[in-house]
Structures are given as structure tokens and as C-alpha cells.
């Protein structure tokens, strides 16, 4: 099933981009958080997104076990929205999860899914090298599992202001 | 009037671009400078950047009151060039205006304006997410800011290398 | 010689891409690499990089004294890559060399390079303004060089989540 990958920088618009792509398939459209609410200000992030989103989706949250949720959940009349697969390598890193082996899980879900699957990240390595070891590990392996969703993906677009750039485009 | 919107991060070329537009226009030029000298490092990059610019072009400052600014000094025989959004961005952060307010002013005067008019600002969005709270909440704002501009422009260009990227070109 | 310049952020595939561009020459490569291994972290990055090129390739490295290097190694029956730009700039910097003294003799050698030369930078403008005035003045000397190397080159490539984009293409 075709697949979409959209990603860009913090407030660049790529949620509600993708939203509106998954809104526009016709299908039934079900939203996979991967954010976990450990503290007020991502509480209050995940808060705003669901009421951005209009009362026909459909949310269930996988801060770790994607692969298994878009599984459980892709069908012929589903949009399956993923927001974002950059928090989802970052729960996986502090559950200390192996992210290469989840990678693999996720590329098979996509290959095999039932319907089609919007998948959005953040694109993070375009500033200063980060100070401290953590931050270059994660920055390495959110831009690692980017390259290998772009490489499956049908259609990839690059998001800034608003506004997408196509990257990819499979006909 | 047409808008041009010029976005990329630092040092990407994207005021020389926006100046060499402006100046292709063969309308007299007028740079709205939203910098404050608070220091000599910043000191010394508005010098520079004055020093590039030819003795055609004037020069108002308007660090805050930017719609305002923009209102009372668009005409059809001028180009007018605000650069850049991001540092007004700040300044109305650290002079804890209503950034929103603002930006409904600012989207107001663009609508209206009397004749063409060039907005610069910074992409800040795609490196790691910053440690501190304060750094999050500025480069959300500027990320708001960046799509209502973007949205309202007729033709919007990233700029990285020195080069430009068509982002929307209205016809 | 036709030259092409690849810039991207960390983790973008800008080193695969440079390597597989230089590989379908059909050209003798040669790497030049301008990465010191000054730690254990860097240590590992380089064999895994050098792992990652095939036994045709040859490697010479160049922390300091690039277009020298460039020169000495330019030949029609070689394709010369250089990974990466941003790296040199870092290694200028800690060395106190004159950064502008040594992009001018840079641009001189590619404008007399005997051979097709590929160059890798990273985008490091796109985030956050970091905290410390260092970082800054990297920050500034690495989008300079890049502004110069990419109105010089032949082709200008963008690479995100391993896909290229292009941002000028002479022909």
C-alpha cells in the first residue's frame, strides 16, 4: 500500500500537512501517538494536537511497540497516521530498546500493511553538533531511521513553513 | 502588492538574496531593520550588513512595532525589506508582547500594504530540541510566525548554500 | 572540471551520496579526508566510513592543507572527494589558520583542478543560535564557506533522510 513520509523541523507544519493528506484519502483515518506524557508541557502538547484533529479520528498511543500497532491497526479502508517516529527513537533510547532491530520491525509492518501509512519525523541534525554524547547518539540514530523510512516510503516530502518540498516521488 | 518570503538558517545568503531582489525591482529600497545594537557582537554584524547595502537603500529600525512600520512606510514606488522576523520574534518575547497580536497586525499590514514588500527570517527548527524551556517557546513562536508569513506571501524561497529553493510561487 | 558540492545535515546520507555519485564516474576515487581522529568517538566514525568505501577507493588525509591537497591529487582519469568541508573549517579554526586566507586558495584549486572533484559540507545554520560565541563564529565561518564553494560548483545537491534535492545544476 503506498506510503507517505513527511518530515521538517519543529513547528514547520508537518502534522497538520500530514493530517490533512490522511484526511483527504477518504479513508477512516486513526492517529498513532508515539509521545508519552511524562511532564505539563508535553501533556499540554499532546492536548492541543487531539483537539487539532477533528472528532472522526481515531487515536491509540504506541511509545514503543509501532511495528506491532501498525500491524494490528492497517486496513484496506484505514489511513494510518504515525506522529512521530523521531519520539518514538527517542522512548526507544531511554527504554534502552535495540533500535536497529525495532527499525527492522517497523520497515517489515510498512512493507506488509494493509493500507496506506503516513509516517512523520523530525529532521534534527541540521544544527551545531549537540554538546554532549547522548544528544549526537540520538540525533545519529533519528536521522538513520529517517534515511531508511525515505528509502521505503512511495512519497516523501520535506516541510518548512508551512509548506512542502517533494524529495521522493514514486509513480 | 506581491510578498516574497525568504527563509534559511544563518549564514545561508538569505538577506543577500532578499537585498538583490529588492533591488531588481528598480523600486527605491527601504530596510526595516527589527535588530537592536545590545551588544558589540551585534553591533558589529548591523554594521556590516549596512556597509553592504548601497547608498540607495534607507533604513528605519523597528524592533517591535513592526505593522506599524510597515503601514506608514509602504508606497507603490518603494520595496520595502524586513529583515528579519525571527530576531522581532525575540524581541517581542523579551519585551513579553503578545506574539500572536502581533503577528494578526503584522499578517494585516501585509494584506494592505501599499506596495511590494520582502520578509527575511530564520529557520531555527532543525537542530535538536534545546534544554532549556525558554529556547522551546522561542523557536515555536518563530516556527508560527514562519507559516502565517509563508502563508500569506505569493512566493516564498529557502535559501541554503546562497542558493534558492522555489518553497511557492503564486501566478 | 565539473564539480559538485553535497551538503546536508548529520546523518543525511550526504557521504553515501557524494561516494556513489564518485563511484559512477567510472573514475579511479580517491578520498580525501579532512576528519582527525582526535578520540575514541571520531576514531570509530572513521573506520566505520572507511569500512563503508569499497577496496578501489584510495584515502589521503588533509586536516589542514586542502587545496594543496586538491592539487596534488587532481587528474582527468581520477574523481577526488572530499568529506568533509565543515570538518575543515572546525580543524582551521582549532589550528588559528586564516579561514578566508584558506577558502580563497581552496577556490582557487577547484577552479584549476586537473579532474572532477565532489565536496561534502554540513548545514549547521538551522537551529538554534548556540549558546556560546565559539560555536557562533563556527557557526558563521562554515555557512561562508559553503556560500563560496557552492557558487563555484558545477551542481549543488541538498540531502535530506538520504534523498537529494537540487539546488543549482549548470549545464
Known amino acids: 500500500m503506498p506510503s507517505l513520509f513527511v ?3 519543529a513547528r514547520s507544519g508537518k502534522s497538520r500537512y500530514a493530517q490533512e493528506r490522511a484526511e483527504t484519502t477518504g479513508l ?15 501533556r499540554e502538547r499532546i492536548a492541543r494536537h487531539q483537539a487539532d484533529r477533528g ?44 533500535i536497529a532491530a525495532a527499525t ?10 494493509k493500507g496506506p501509512v503516513i509516517l512523520v519525523a523530525n529532521e534534527v541534525g541540521l544544527g551545531i553538533v549537540p554538546d554532549n554524547a547522548l544528544a549526537r547518539r540520538f540525533r545519529d540514530a533519528a536521522g538513520i531511521v529517517n534515511q531508511k523510512v ?17 524529495l521522493k516521488q514514486n509513480r
Chains 1, 2, 3 share one sequence.
Open 28 to 42: 477512516s483515518p486513526m492517529f498513532i501517538a508515539t509521545a508519552q506524557a511524562y511532564d505539563d508541557e508535553m
Open 150 to 166: 525515505a528509502a521505503l516510503a512511495d512519497e516523501v516530502q520535506f516541510l518548512a513553513a508551512g509548506l512542502p518540498l517533494t
Open 104 to 113: 527492522g520491525d517497523l520497515a517489515e509492518a510498512l512493507g506488509g500493511a
Open 7 to 9: 518530515i521538517g523541523g
Open 55 to 98: 472528532p472522526e479520528w481515531q487515536t491509540v498511543e504506541a511509545p514503543l511497540d509501532l511495528a506491532q500497532t501498525i500491524k494490528a491497526h492497517g486496513a484496506p479502508d484505514r489511513v494510518v497516521l504515525v506522529d512521530c517516529l523521531t519520539l518514538w527513537v527517542s522512548n526507544l533510547m531511554l527504554a534502552e530498546r535495540d
